[in-house]
T-cell receptor, first 110, second 114 residues
Framework: GQQVMQIPQYQHVQEGEDFTTYCNSSTTLSNIQWYKQRPGGHPVFLIQLVKSGEVKKQKRLTFQFGEAKKNSSLHITATQTTDVGTYFCLDTGTASKLTFGTGTRLQVTL | DTGVSQNPRHKITKRGQNVTFRCDPISEHNRLYWYRQTLGQGPEFLTYFQNEAQLEKSRLLSDRFSAERPKGSFSTLEIQRTEQGDSAMYLC???FGTGGYGYTFGSGTRLTVV
């Protein structure tokens, strides 16, 4: 079955450093969505990528979809303590195959 | 409309008891999803409804689990004869159509089976 792996599993950065999480699939992804889950919270939708090679930006966040639609990345420039949480990618596919990635937990310290 | 509402927020039950959770989705959303999340893992798909029809169930959903959405509005998830392995956060999400604008999650129900 499909596996959606994210690397790294965990990253600890100093505030102001950059951060990147990668989402890799064993099969071609349909559309990719990214979510942020704060500690003790629930996933919150960030963005959707649809097209091969697509790049979208939201302030300090840059999202990219790979050319072959088998991978995606989320890059945060100059992290802040408010960026703390776990970032998940989601392959929307068909409803029954909504598959979340394994997640990357980000810790930011001053 | 303040988003997806789930209750209770926490439930502690003894092994073997039945529990029921409720989810009230965003009123305009016709699709409703149930997920289960354990600590350090991503949410796992359980089942989803389009309006009142349950269209898909994960193989994770054993015969002890049943979900309903009787009028296409709120949904309930019942677990019968709970086991310790059922301890998890149960998340509900809703979307309009196929979720192109994202899935809106509730705050979840944390189940602890003792």
């Amino acid at each position: 079955g499909q596996q959606v792996m994210q690397i790294p599993q965990y990253q600890h950065v100093q505030e102001g450093e950059d951060f990147t999480t990668y989402c890799n699939s064993s099969t071609t992804l349909s559309n990719i969505q990214w979510y942020k889950q704060r500690p003790g919270g629930h996933p919150v939708f960030l963005i959707q990528l649809v097209k091969s090679g697509e790049v979208k930006k939201q302030k300090r966040l840059t999202f990219q979809f790979g050319e072959a639609k088998k991978n995606s990345s989320l890059h945060i420039t100059a992290t802040q303590t408010t960026d703390v949480g776990t970032y998940f990618c989601l392959d929307t596919g068909t409803a029954s195959k909504l598959t979340f990635g394994t997640g990357t937990r980000l810790q930011v310290t001053l | 409309d303040t988003g997806v509402s789930q209750n209770p927020r926490h439930k502690i039950t003894k092994r073997g008891q039945n529990v029921t959770f409720r989810c009230d989705p965003i009123s305009e959303h016709n699709r409703l999803y149930w997920y289960r999340q354990t600590l350090g893992q991503g949410p796992e798909f359980l089942t989803y409804f389009q309006n009142e029809a349950q269209l898909e169930k994960s193989r994770l959903l054993s015969d002890r689990f049943s979900a309903e959405r009787p009028k296409g509005s709120f949904s309930t998830l019942e677990i019968q004869r709970t086991e310790q392995g059922d301890s998890a956060m149960y998340l509900c999400a809703s979307s309009f159509g196929t979720g192109g604008y994202g899935y809106t999650f509730g705050s979840g129900t944390r189940l602890t089976v003792v």
